[in-house]
């Protein structure tokens, strides 16, 4: 059974329609991640979910259980906001017991979870602190700790370390994740950082305009994109207008302009028009015209990343291109204005239908 599972959920705020029709299920001790442009629908979701918003439409189940009509103290929902929302005048240990107090506990009940959920988060010796006197992740820690404590094992984050700066940030990630782990807490997390979905969850999933676009692992949303939308908007994507000349049982040949790529996609007909989408760094850029199965073009901007050199081509077909060439494998000799060949595996070529509303509104995020 899953820990969460919605059902056709609808919210609506006047003209705007923020949540539509969202069915998801969350497994146990699972790590799912939502990310989606501003203004998709996430917080309204998260928000929903903990009992805070009422929906319009459908349901939330905790663990089989029906979440209408009950109020958010008794959903057993821990719950972690961007902001830092700890009591200033209690200490660590107050706050991280605070939640077992209100809900009548003794403080000897509670006692050996609260100095646990201390000690996993490496801030036993900080007990008697107050929240001013830790860093801002280790406060954040703290708020974890202290939705842990009333013993929900079904975690809701809201952009937890979204104020932090950026190697906190990737800590805490990794040590909140462990945590978690170590726990077997079920955890659905919003966050703006898609390196921070893509490394701690289980699954991750893409709303856009109040809906549910696609879900799936990190991997298979990355390398295996089932929408444009997904494509373009975790990561990046160079897409472009082709048509499909040849079809084969081991893919298909499509043009692009005057060039031909090999695909591995075998359920488009010859003559059909297709969107093509390939990573930057699914490439790789030599120099020089080469043959089949390549497009070529002219580097018109370089420019050096650290771990990569980013290339822009324009292909011959007029569309510009970005092409990554990781600086571990060596640098190339490629100036501004060659003329270079970009090789691309053929499994690694997306083919998607055009967008019925044209490529270029397709990939506008907002
Ligand atoms: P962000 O990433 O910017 O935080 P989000 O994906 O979390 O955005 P929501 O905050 O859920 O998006 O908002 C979804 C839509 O609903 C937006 O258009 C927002 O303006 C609108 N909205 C959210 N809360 C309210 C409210 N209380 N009253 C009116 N409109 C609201």
Same mark, same amino acid.
Do not use: W
């Given at each position: !059974?899953?820990?969460?599972?919605?059902?056709?959920?609808?919210?609506?705020?006047?003209?705007? /329609?923020?949540?539509?029709?969202?069915?998801?299920?969350?497994?146990?001790?699972?790590?799912?991640?939502?990310?989606?442009?501003?203004?998709?629908?996430?917080?309204?979701?998260?928000?929903?979910?903990?009992?805070?918003?009422?929906?319009?439409?459908?349901?939330?189940?905790?663990?089989?259980?029906?979440?209408?009509?009950?109020?958010?103290?008794?959903?057993?929902?821990?719950?972690?906001?961007?902001?830092?929302?700890?009591?200033?005048? /209690?200490?660590?240990?107050?706050?991280?017991?605070?939640?077992?107090?209100?809900?009548?506990?003794?403080?000897?009940?509670?006692?050996?979870?609260?100095?646990?959920?201390?000690?996993?988060?490496?801030?036993?010796?900080?007990?008697?602190?107050?929240?001013?006197?830790?860093?801002?992740?280790?406060?954040? @820690?703290?708020?974890?700790?202290?939705?842990?404590?009333?013993?929900?094992?079904?975690?809701?984050?809201?952009?937890?370390?979204?104020?932090?700066?950026?190697? #906190?940030?990737?800590?805490?990630?990794?040590?909140?994740? @462990? !945590?978690?782990?170590?726990?077997?807490?079920?955890?659905?997390?919003?966050?703006?950082?898609?390196?921070?979905?893509?490394?701690?969850?289980?699954?991750?999933?893409?709303? @856009?305009?109040?809906?549910?676009?696609?879900?799936?692992?990190?991997?298979?949303?990355? /390398?295996?994109?089932? !929408?444009?939308?997904?494509?373009?908007?975790?990561?990046?994507?160079?897409?472009?207008?082709?048509?499909?000349?040849?079809?084969?049982?081991?893919?298909?040949?499509?043009?692009?302009?005057?060039?031909?790529?090999?695909?591995?996609?075998?359920?488009?007909?010859?003559?059909?028009?297709?969107?093509?989408?390939?990573?930057?760094?699914?490439?790789?850029?030599?120099?020089?015209? @080469?043959?089949?199965?390549?497009?070529?073009?002219? #580097?018109?901007?370089?420019?050096?990343?650290?771990?990569?050199?980013?290339?822009?081509?324009?292909?011959?077909?007029?569309?510009? /291109?970005?092409?990554?060439?990781?600086?571990?494998?060596?640098?190339?000799?490629?100036?501004?204005?060659?003329?270079?060949?970009?090789?691309?595996?053929?499994?690694?070529?997306?083919?998607?239908?055009?967008?019925?509303?044209?490529?270029?509104?397709?990939?506008?995020?907002?």
């Amino acid at each position: !059974m899953p820990d969460l599972r919605i059902v056709n959920l609808a919210k609506r705020f006047g003209p705007i /329609m923020a949540l539509e029709d969202i069915n998801l299920d969350v497994h146990d001790k699972e790590y799912v991640s939502i990310i989606g442009p501003s203004g998709c629908g996430k917080s309204t979701l998260i928000k929903c979910i903990a009992g805070i918003i009422d929906p319009d439409e459908g349901e939330v189940f905790v663990d089989g259980k029906l979440m209408r009509h009950i109020p958010i103290q008794h959903r057993r929902i821990g719950y972690v906001f961007q902001e830092v929302t700890l009591f200033p005048h /209690m200490r660590i240990i107050e706050n991280v017991s605070y939640g077992p107090r209100v809900q009548g506990e003794k403080p000897q009940d509670s006692k050996v979870l609260v100095t646990e959920l201390l000690n996993l988060i490496k801030l036993a010796d900080r007990a008697d602190s107050f929240p001013s006197e830790l860093s801002g992740g280790a406060q954040q @820690k703290v708020a974890v700790s202290r939705a842990l404590a009333s013993g929900s094992t079904l975690l809701l984050f809201d952009e937890p370390f979204g104020a932090l700066d950026a190697k #906190v940030r990737t800590e805490l990630r990794y040590e909140i994740k @462990k !945590m978690i782990n170590d726990l077997g807490l079920t955890v659905l997390h919003v966050t703006h950082d898609q390196e921070e979905a893509m490394s701690i969850s289980d699954k991750i999933v893409i709303m @856009k305009g109040g809906r549910i676009v696609e879900e799936g692992s990190p991997l298979e949303l990355y /390398m295996r994109p089932k !929408m444009i939308f997904t494509a373009n908007f975790l990561g990046e994507a160079n897409f472009l207008k082709a048509k499909v000349t040849r079809q084969s049982d081991t893919g298909s040949v499509v043009k692009v302009g005057d060039m031909f790529l090999q695909t591995s996609d075998r359920t488009r007909k010859a003559g059909e028009e297709v969107v093509i989408a390939i990573r930057p760094e699914f490439m790789s850029i030599a120099p020089g015209f @080469k043959g089949e199965d390549t497009l070529v073009g002219k #580097v018109v901007g370089t420019r050096f990343m650290g771990d990569m050199i980013r290339y822009e081509v324009e292909i011959v077909s007029g569309e510009i /291109m970005f092409v990554e060439h990781p600086i571990c494998f060596g640098e190339l000799d490629i100036q501004l204005e060659d003329e270079v060949a970009l090789k691309i595996p053929k499994h690694l070529v997306a083919v998607y239908s055009p967008p019925e509303r044209g490529l270029e509104k397709e990939l506008q995020l907002e």
